[in-house]
């Protein structure tokens, strides 16, 4: 069924949803101009104000959030078009369950992007997510690029919100947009140029702004428990390590990446906060990168990467960062010159990264760029040793964002006494010593019991170990290797 055929058939269990940005812009003159034809071609001509007016029920969703500029343009344009306009205050959720209660509504009309964080997984007619109210999500513009909108906009000379002309190319709530940094253009006598003089597309969404807790404080070592400031010293950078492979969770292979990399990550400094192993699904992947990008400094993110189908790991990257799969022209050529043309599809699919948050890291030792994506790093290593090399290539890259922290001091006491008869003390320790990390470890059950002491003060360390030392005289020896 024609888009025409959709839209004017069942005319009254159809309804448009219009923001008053630039793509449903395009969408209602779309649907303006479906309407014309349909007219025109149901016999007995077309009446002038035909051409103006368009009678498609247009949901608008008032916020307290939204730009003054975008609410005047919004009631600017359905005035001047004619559109019945239904207004609606609550949360999209629950207005269109409302909506849909007092209306019956088949389709809606919606003017997403490939582009857009919701956009995900979506077609040009997509039902509604699970335990949403059912309807078609009809989206006519979803393949147009940003440069396809702003062509339509200026060729068709058609007004839009004042506000892309002052330097925004993305407009959401007034406490998360601003105008895009890549337009601003002092020589002008201008803060901001125009949006559609953004050269590159995939940098649209560059304005869009997030509220995040802050890390004031970082830390290096576990407070055991205990608020003493004294642990929250900014002494270290903290990194979180993401395994893709249900191989490994099928027991299949073993993970030697996840270990291999906290040594690394230790020795210059940096904490590891988490290690996580999960399986070759998009969801999953954005779940954990989603958690581990908030809260930690950097995201190390390992295998999911290849033609296969199981190679997900970039669309989960993507979903997490509410991005869409680009192609990118460097990396594809640098893969065309490593494969030549042994790929499938139309074009090389190795190539698509997260559209406007790639970083590519080179290096001479590097037969592909490594791909970073805001603070994760994927690796493509698929053994300890291609591990070791890419290492050393992040650490020589300055673009990579790894610095060199203060590095970690430890020391390693060897008991045969019993955890019980030391747990009092090593409690006590604990609390006093709260800048230091205190654990221990056996190798086997009957063997002997290690203490481990680390921190970034060598002084502390050797007084929280000479204090366990003396309250045991004899009992403990310091070993080189905790293993």
Same mark, same amino acid.
């Given at each position: @069924? ?19 940005? +630039?793509?449903? /812009? ?9 309407? #014309?034809?349909? +007219? ?9 104000? /035909? ?23 919004? #009631? ?35 003017? $997403? =992007? ?6 995900v ?21 979803l ?34 947009t ?9 020589? $002008?006598? +201008?803060?901001?140029? *125009?949006?559609? @003089?953004? !050269? ?15 890390? $004031? ?21 903290s ?13 299949? %292979?073993?993970?030697?990446?996840g ?11 940096w904490?590891?906060s988490?290690?996580?192993? &999960? ?9 954990? %990168?989603e ?6 400094? @950097? ?10 189908? !199981?190679?997900?790991?970039?669309a989960g990257v993507?979903?997490?960062?509410g991005? =869409? ?8 050529e ?22 406007g948050?790639?970083?590519l ?7 592909? *760029? ?11 290593? $698929?053994?300890?040793?291609?591990l ?8 020589? /890259?300055?673009?990579?964002?790894? %610095? ?9 006491? !060897? /008991? ?7 747990a009092?003390? &090593? ?5 006093e010593?709260?800048? %230091? ?23 502390? &360390?050797?007084?929280?170990?000479? +204090? ?11 070993v080189?290797?905790?293993?």
């Open positions: @069924m024609s888009f025409s055929e959709i839209l004017f058939s069942r005319f009254e269990e159809v309804a448009f949803s219009f923001n008053g940005g +630039k793509d449903s /812009t395009v969408l209602l003159h779309l649907l303006r101009a479906g309407y #014309y034809l349909h +007219k025109s071609s149901s016999g007995g001509g077309v009446e002038t104000n /035909t051409v103006q007016n368009c009678p498609v029920r247009t949901i608008y969703f008032e916020s307290p959030c939204a730009f003054p500029e975008i609410n005047s343009f919004t #009631y600017e344009t359905v005035s001047t078009y004619g559109l019945p306009l239904e207004i609606i205050k609550s949360d999209f959720k629950s207005g269109l369950e409302g909506l849909l209660k007092e209306r019956p509504t088949k389709a809606i009309f919606i003017g $997403t =992007r490939i582009g857009d964080p919701n956009a997984g979506q077609e040009q007619f997509s039902p509604s997510s699970p335990g949403w109210p059912p309807f078609m999500r009809v989206n006519p513009i393949d147009w690029s940003y440069r396809d909108v702003w062509s339509f906009l200026l060729t068709c000379k058609v007004k839009y919100c004042s506000l892309y002309d002052q330097g925004y190319t993305s407009i959401g709530s007034i406490y998360d601003v105008p895009n940094s890549l337009l601003s253009d002092s020589s $002008t006598g +201008k803060s901001f140029r *125009p949006a559609y @003089m953004l !050269s590159d597309g995939r940098l649209e969404r560059a304005g869009r702004t997030k509220k995040t807790c802050h890390k $004031t404080d970082i830390t290096s070592v576990s407070s055991n428990g205990t608020n003493n400031t004294e642990a929250k010293k900014p002494i270290s950078l990194a979180s390590i993401i395994v893709v492979g249900e191989e490994i969770l099928f027991g299949t %292979v073993e993970d030697k990446f270990a291999a990399l906290c040594k690394k990550l230790h020795a210059i400094g904490r590891v988490h290690v996580a192993v &999960v399986c070759n699904e998009i969801d999953s992947v954005a779940e954990e %990168v958690r581990c990008k908030s809260t930690d400094d @950097m995201v190390f993110l390992f295998g999911g990467l290849g033609p296969l189908h !199981s190679d997900i790991s970039l993507a979903k997490a960062f991005v =869409r799969l680009a192609p990118d022209e460097e990396f594809e640098y893969l065309s010159q490593l494969i030549g043309d042994n790929y499938t599809g139309d074009r090389n699919e190795m190539a698509l990264l997260p559209e948050i790639t970083e890291l080179h290096h001479k030792m590097l037969p592909l *760029p490594l791909i970073k994506c805001k603070n994760v790093i994927i690796l493509a290593a $698929t053994n300890v040793d291609e070791e090399m890419e290492w050393g290539c992040l650490l020589d /890259t300055q673009e990579s964002g790894l %610095v060199m922290a203060k590095a970690f001091v430890s020391k390693h006491l !060897s /008991t045969s006494l019993l955890d019980v008869k030391i009092p003390v &090593v409690a006590q320790l604990c609390i010593f709260s800048d %230091v990390y205190i654990g221990s470890h056996r190798i086997s059950r009957s063997g002997p019991l290690v203490v481990n002491f680390i921190g970034k003060d060598s002084q502390r &360390v050797d007084a929280a170990a000479e +204090k366990l030392t003396s309250s045991f005289e004899g009992q403990f020896s310091q080189d290797n905790c293993k």
